[in-house]
């Protein structure tokens, strides 16, 4: 089943606006990560939060993460049109090996109209 | 420093072919991962692989799928008789020995099978 569920599926909104996206998960995790990938590229690492960490900041971007509803949430504040792209959550799964394959969910497409 | 590397970055097979693809991984990263995204879907994690082992390919359908990762060398993931549905892009990471975190992904490979 999928772990990552991310919400929207997809937003648009105007540049210098703020973008929230969610993220949904099934699984007990070591940590949750955020990825960004353009139209027919690969993905770009954004962001890492630990199970132990509630809040991350890194530029624009700020990531929560509530490991009681199994949820984090990504915030890109000022958006630009470069912002447009696919945004995805993936979660490393706590299950007690080494480094494992990351669960990605389906994605949130964000456009961001000039 | 050289990002993840694959190739080819398109490639084109006829059913019944087979297809290979490769990837060499960041400089001093032992571990790579192969994933597959299917058109507007997340990826799904393959195999994970380091030196000369697979460490968990439980993401590998049980036919025609393989993968390895030589001790010299790029890791191979090999489609034997591919079919439609193999039609997708292919992407790998790497991370670095014993690091539990960020995977760095290369710009994928997208396979067609006419």
């Known amino acids: 089943s999928q772990q990552g569920e991310e919400d929207p599926q997809a937003l648009s909104i105007q540049e210098g606006e703020n973008a929230t996206m969610n993220c949904s998960y099934k699984t007990s995790i070591n940590n949750l990560q955020w990825y960004r990938q353009n139209s027919g590229r690969g993905l770009v690492h954004l962001i890492l939060i630990r199970s132990n960490e509630r809040e991350k900041h890194s530029g624009r971007l700020r990531v929560t993460l509530d490991t009681s509803k199994k949820s984090s949430s990504l915030l890109i504040t000022a958006s630009r049109a470069a912002d447009t792209a696919s945004y995805f959550c993936?979660?490393?799964?706590?299950?007690?090996?080494?480094?494992?394959?990351?669960?990605f969910g389906k994605g949130t497409h964000l456009i961001i109209q000039p | 420093n050289a990002g993840v590397m694959q190739n080819p970055r398109h490639l084109v097979r006829r059913r019944g072919q087979e297809a290979r693809l490769r990837c060499s991984p960041m400089k001093g990263h032992s571990h790579v991962y192969w994933y597959r995204q299917l058109p507007e879907e997340g990826l799904k994690f393959m195999v994970y692989l380091q030196k000369e082992n697979i460490i968990d390919e439980s993401g590998m359908p049980k036919e025609r799928f393989s993968a390895e990762f030589p001790k010299e060398g790029p890791s191979i993931l090999r489609i034997q008789q591919v079919v439609r549905g193999d039609s997708a892009a292919y992407f790998c990471?790497?991370?670095?020995?014993?690091?539990?975190?960020?995977?760095?992904f290369g710009p994928g490979t997208r396979l067609t099978v006419l």
């Open positions: 993936a979660t490393d799964p706590d299950s007690g090996g080494g480094a494992d394959g990351l669960t």
């Open positions: 990471a790497s991370s670095p020995k014993g690091y539990f975190g960020e995977q760095f």
